[in-house]
T-cell receptor, first 114, second 115 residues
Framework: GQSLEQPSEVTAVEGAIVQINCTYQTSGFYGLSWYQQHDGGAPTFLSYNALDGLEETGRFSSFLSRSDSYGYLLLQELQMKDSASYFC???????????????FGTGTLLAVQP | DAGITQSPRYKITETGRQVTLMCHQT?????MFWYRQDLGHGLRLIYY???????DKGEVPDGYVVSRSKTENFPLTLESATRSQTSVYFC??????????????FGSGTQLSVL
């Protein structure tokens, strides 16, 4: 079956660095995405990794190791506005396929404290 | 630029009633998705569609019906609502979701309560 595991909660202080891990077990893996969701809001896309390695986008970076079925989201220079839920998601299917879909993890609630 | 809109924003219904949640996108995106979000379960895929008249089941399709007669609309129907279907429902779309970096754009959600 499919499963994605993330820590349920993480707490960090403003200005610090925090890493949110995600391990997955799925079929037809095609890539790992990260989404942010503020309380009461809609999820918004943060990053995507199809290949092993680190992808950097401003203060956020995402890493993937396909051999370990593992990835993480790294948030640097934490700000209060980063307090939100963060979801990893696995893209399943085949390139160009009509059955591509995104399966989400249960999410990690990040609390940034002053 | 309306993007992707869901209606209603809030809905209260009774068990056994049929309910339809609407999703409309103005981008002509090929792919559309329905997710439900519950505490402790994250976002779970109900149904998705690769194009008009092409739909497929996700992780939790039981009790739901979808249709996609037009590219821009993807309604979700609860045929006979149950209390376990109380949830926040999100619709999402993607340009084609076949490329390596395609991302999902989410609507604002519909909060459904089944009494």
């Amino acid at each position: 079956g499919q499963s994605l595991e993330q820590p349920s909660e993480v707490t960090a202080v403003e200005g610090a660095i925090v890493q949110i891990n995600c391990t997955y077990q799925t079929s037809g893996f095609y890539g790992l995405s990260w989404y942010q969701q503020h309380d009461g809001g809609a999820p918004t896309f943060l990053s995507y990794n199809a290949l092993d390695g680190l992808e950097e986008t401003g203060r956020f970076s995402s890493f993937l190791s396909r051999s370990d079925s593992y990835g993480y989201l790294l948030l640097q220079e934490l700000q209060m506005k980063d307090s939100a839920s963060y979801f990893c998601a696995v893209k399943e299917g085949a390139y160009g396929g009509a059955t591509n879909k995104l399966i989400f993890g249960t999410g990690t609630l990040l609390a940034v404290q002053p | 630029d309306a993007g992707i809109t869901q209606s209603p924003r809030y809905k209260i219904t009774e068990t056994g009633r049929q309910v339809t949640l609407m999703c409309h996108q103005t981008w002509s995106h090929s792919y559309m998705f329905w997710y439900r979000q519950d505490l402790g379960h994250g976002l779970r895929l109900i149904y998705y569609s690769a194009a008009a008249d092409i739909t497929d089941k996700g992780e939790v399709p039981d009790g739901y019906v979808v249709s996609r007669s037009k590219t821009e609309n993807f309604p979700l129907t609860l045929e006979s609502a149950t209390r376990s279907q109380t949830s926040v429902y999100f619709c999402a779309s993607s340009v084609n979701f076949r490329g390596a970096r395609e991302k999902l754009f989410f609507g604002s959600g519909t909060q459904l309560s089944v009494l």
